[in-house]
């Protein structure tokens, strides 16, 4: 049942090409100029006229919400506000008629995002969900949504959901920004074209399988690791890091580069991992001097970059070169490599990655 690989979730790393390709199957054309979310066509005009969207959803699913607020307000230009589910649910919100709320969740029962729509619901608010589990509770309760169709996620890391929830976020935006008439033409096409051929790129990530559980035997010693990121990899440098610590129990924290120097800068000494997700998009040099100043203070630098990066292999302790895509679509290829170190250095540590302690894979009480 795992497919000849010693873990689901590794099984479920590597069929993450397959499950992007199933996830744009029927919304993405085969000349690959044209993206349609049924759902979106259905209901647009409570989401057009929406004043502002707000995502909801927990953990994981949270940081999809986060990239999926940066793609909706850039290409759509529409507000959109990205909650914990169970802060919003207690925190009686300003929401009403006007508001879309989005709800993410692989599983489609989470406790806390359930309650968040039935809140939302009760204020008027129009309810569309992005859900993994076919017919779960979520999908139930909300008004109309989008499965994301990557099949069952068995290890307790979400992994290839995560993927899945980006995918449908792209493909959202793209949607909503060619009805509201927020794209020009050529970015539309650039991104959708780019879009379907992000299964063969990953396919390449996949291939650095075996560089990436090298180098994980020189990080069980760790105990802290940091995370960075600008932009649509700030997400990502957020969920790096939660999947470093749920398998590996290794403390990890994630942030946007450029907050370092306003505290955290202080934990880096030689001891100190820093993943850095340094592919060239639009702030290539800021996060290049952001690892300048990790440097200055001898902190370990892993970075991530663009396949044929040749500034800052020569400063990182340790460089892994990734295809190069489009900015917004990034997270689908820099997110690999993350699961993947975190799946090896648990591995390492004689973890149990498929099961991690104190874990549930659905959190259906609060
Ligand atoms: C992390 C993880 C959790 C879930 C969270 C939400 O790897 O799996 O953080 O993402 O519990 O779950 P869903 O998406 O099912 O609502």
Redesign the pocket.
């Known amino acids: 049942e795992k497919g000849g690989y010693p873990h689901f979730m590794l099984k479920e790393i590597f069929e993450q090409p397959d499950c992007i390709r199933d996830c744009m199957r029927g919304r993405i054309n085969v000349e690959a100029n044209n993206v349609v979310l049924s759902a979106i066509i259905d209901y647009k005009e409570h989401l057009l006229n929406a004043k502002r969207f707000i995502i909801v ?7 999809a919400g986060l990239i999926g607020k940066h793609l909706i307000e850039s290409f759509c230009r529409i507000p959109v506000e990205v909650e914990y ?1 169970s802060e919003f649910r207690y925190r009686d919100p300003v929401i009403d008629e006007h508001d879309v709320v989005i709800a ?7 406790a ?2 359930l309650a968040a729509v039935d809140l939302a619901k009760s204020r008027g608010a129009f309810i569309y969900g992005i ?3 076919i017919g779960s509770s ?1 999908p139930r309760a909300t008004y109309t949504g989008s499965y994301i169709h990557v099949g069952p ?1 068995i ?5 290839k ?2 993927t899945g ?1 980006v995918t449908v976020l792209v493909m959202l935006a793209l949607t909503l920004a060619k009805e509201k008439g927020t794209i020009g033409e050529e970015q539309y096409l650039t991104i959708v074209k780019e879009l379907s051929h992000i299964p063969e790129k990953m396919k390449e990530v996949l291939k650095l399988n075996d560089t990436l559980a090298e180098l994980s035997k020189t990080f069980t010693y760790a105990h802290n690791f940091i995370y960075l990121g600008r932009g649509y990899s700030y997400p990502v440098a957020l ?1 790096g890091a ?2 470093l610590k ?1 398998i590996s129990y290794i403390h990890a924290e994630g942030y946007p580069a450029a907050e370092m120097k306003h505290g955290p800068i202080a934990l880096i000494d030689a001891e100190m991992p820093v993943v850095v997700i340094a592919t060239q998009n639009g702030l290539y040099e800021k996060v290049l001097s952001n690892i300048q100043e990790i440097k200055a203070r001898k902190g370990k630098v892993i970075a991530f970059v663009t396949k044929g990066d040749t500034v800052i292999s020569k400063i990182a302790d340790c460089s892994i070169e990734l295809p190069e895509t489009i900015e917004c679509l990034d997270p689908l290829i820099t997110t690999v490599p993350l699961q993947l170190l975190a799946y090896h250095i648990a591995v390492c540590k004689g973890m149990d990655v498929d099961q991690p302690r104190n ?5 259906t009480v609060e």
Not at 104 to 110: D, H, I, P, R, V
Not at 359 to 363: P, R
């Open positions: 959803a927990c953990g994981t699913s949270w940081h589910a993410l969740s692989q599983s489609g029962e989470t806390d995002t859900c993994n589990a979520i996620e290890g307790v890391a979400s992994t959901a995560f929830q969920e939660l999947k749920e874990l549930a894979k659905s959190v």
